[in-house]
């Protein structure tokens, strides 16, 4: 279900050449903002956009980021995203406060699957590129996370098409049946109404463009 597809746009890499740089479809016309939330001290993929492509970033972290590593253009909130909202959470539906198509990247460790079910419909739709790191595979085993975890890839399925997979090569491997799987995994997903046709071309991997998450690490290759 994971599996990336091409879809008739080329993948360029935007951000740092380890942690912190993604693959995403260049399909950026009349993109004005990212919403990016778990930010972290890296924020190198934010001030591409900015740079190279105009796009403004909506930034998001419980944790304070210091000013002169924002790009200048961004805002920033320090909340965390959550269900349950107060002082210091935020839900992803009122995160996303723009009628505009967007582009939404999100890493914050673990809590993608709660969030990502409570992704109001309206608010998908408005999503063109979702880039996203997945964690905690390890609990695939689990009967009851195995059930989340699908129900939240069938409703991203609904819009989006897979284009690119990434193991993130600081995660630790688990045997799961006769499985190996790393413990995260960065995806990035487009808007299903953008691709033209119905992808049927696996993307290969590793994409040239692809970089080991920790450079001191080995990298993690799939077999497909």
Known sequence: KLMPYE????LIRLGENSDGGYLLPKDFDEIKY????GVGLV????????EKFGINSKMLDICDVPKDLL??????????LSVCKNDQNISINEFIDTQDEIILKLDIEGDEYSNLIDLDEK???QIRILILEIHDLR??????FFKLFNEVVDKLSQYFYFCHLHPNNTSKIKKIGKLKIPDM??????NKKRVKFLPT?????????DRKTDPSKMEIYFQH
């Open 34 to 37: 990212c919403y990016s939330a």
């Open 43 to 50: 924020t190198q993929f934010e001030k591409d956009l900015e």
């Open 201 to 209: 071309k696996k993307l290969k991997l590793p994409h040239v463009l």
């Open 123 to 125: 608010k998908i739709t």
């Open 139 to 144: 609990n695939l085993r689990s009967p009851f």
């Open 185 to 190: 995994l960065e995806l990035t997903l487009i």
């Open 7 to 10: 879809v008739g746009f080329e």
């Open 71 to 80: 790009p200048k253009k961004s805002t920033f909130i320090k909340k965390k």
